[in-house]
């Protein structure tokens, strides 16, 4: 089986592991600071916020915008069920915004309208949550512009976009937004094994997020709140719980091995891109219609999205099985997030969000990774026409 994505792991990587693995720290030693540290600067971001995953880093991003009961937080349905998860684990609803159909990303005139409403009859969201789906970058300029207008804050989910850019800004800068949570988990663009991290200009923001990854502890004797005992000065264990934090640490092995790949990230998203345009052009005679990426954009191609044109949702589900049994690891990205039992019992209904649910019964993930080779991506476009032409 070709799958739809897979990582990459060099000798060099391992070398990397290895080197932790016989040094004395495991967890928090000085390999997750440098590797925030190299990321952030890859970006341009002034703070990086490194956790054990995307969940885990959009979590702690939502309690340090203070999300919490009472609270709405808006997102796509096209999305994986971690950018939504997020609000209901701080005691806030979750409500969605339609997808744009060119791109699959947060429709902005759709959003315009729902705020106008919600600015009317309530209730505006506290933090929106945009998803670059695919590593496409959303239209984050213009939803800022709409964040001034209507306070809300941004929450960007880029798990897909790292190496991504618009108008030759990297995603993840958080120019337009509060905080940009990245992934690196195996099937994203680089990996730690398990993964993820938030990103933010705001030092405020910055020193929360790293609170609440652990335990809501802090040691720094400026930020404490309460002396044991004022005529004496601080023992030297002395700490302070402050809030309500966890245990969401990245270990130095996890970040050793994302350090070494991330040297690789440039040839990553170039290769993702050729592969994209090599797919583009071996499509052109078949019934699909190939991703279209907006004029200002570099997608860092996380997912090489089709959709099959004039397909029941019958004929779409036929293709995916027929695709798999010929050993092509297609996948759908996503089953919308309102349409999940889970959310369903929270009033949400097929037909509310009518593009993200076409998308779901028309769209089709075909592999795309570093690693693939023309040859494999040949076999995928043949299994492909031959499951059409029947
Ligand atoms: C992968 C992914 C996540 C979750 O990432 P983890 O690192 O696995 O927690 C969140 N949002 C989106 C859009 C994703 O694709």
Request: hydrophobic content about 40%; proline content about 6%; glycine content about 6%.
């Amino acid at each position: 089986m070709i799958p739809y994505g897979r990582q990459e792991v060099k000798d060099r990587d391992i070398e990397a592991v290895v080197e932790v693995l016989k040094s004395d720290f495991l967890t928090q030693g000085p390999t997750v600071p440098r590797f925030e540290e190299f990321i952030a600067r890859r970006v341009e971001a002034e703070h990086a916020v490194a956790v054990n995953s995307a969940t885990s880093a959009l979590h702690i991003a939502c309690l340090a915008l203070e999300l919490g009961p009472g609270d709405v937080l808006w997102t796509v349905p096209n999305t994986f069920v971690a950018s939504a998860n997020s609000a209901l684990y701080c005691g806030a609803s979750v409500d969605f915004v339609d997808i744009d159909p060119r791109t699959g990303n947060m429709d902005v005139e759709a959003l315009r309208s729902k705020l106008i409403d919600a600015d009317r009859v309530g209730p505006v969201p506290k933090v929106i949550v945009p998803v670059h789906f695919a590593g496409q970058p959303t239209e984050q300029e213009l939803i800022w512009e709409l964040a001034q207008h209507y306070g809300f804050k941004i929450l960007e989910d880029a798990s897909h976009a790292i190496g991504a850019s618009r108008q030759g800004e990297a995603v993840g800068n958080c120019r337009w937004s509060d905080i940009v949570v990245f992934s690196f988990h195996p099937v994203k663009i680089i990996t730690t094994g398990e993964g993820g991290m938030a990103l933010t200009n705001d030092p405020v923001l910055a020193e929360r997020m790293a609170t609440l990854r652990l335990h809501g502890i802090t040691r720094d004797p400026e930020l404490f709140v309460h002396a044991p005992s004022p005529d004496r000065s601080l023992p030297p264990w002395y700490y302070e719980q402050q809030m309500l934090g966890y245990n969401y640490r990245m270990t130095d092995i996890h970040a050793a091995l994302g350090t070494s790949q991330l040297r690789r990230l440039d040839e990553y998203v170039t290769r993702r891109n050729a592969l994209a345009r090599r797919y583009d052009e071996l499509l052109e005679e078949l019934p699909v219609q190939v991703p279209l990426v907006l004029p200002r954009n570099r997608s860092a191609f996380h997912l090489y999205v089709v959709h099959l044109v004039d397909a029941s949702p019958d004929r779409h589900q036929m293709v995916f099985e027929e695709l798999r049994a010929l050993g092509i690891g297609v996948n759908v990205h996503y089953i919308p997030v309102h349409l999940q039992p889970y959310y369903r019992r929270f009033g949400f209904r097929a037909g509310q969000f009518p593009v993200a649910e076409a998308h779901s019964t028309s769209a089709m993930s075909l592999p795309l990774f570093a690693s693939l080779t023309d040859g494999q991506q040949d076999q995928v476009v043949s299994s492909l026409k031959q499951v059409l032409e029947d």
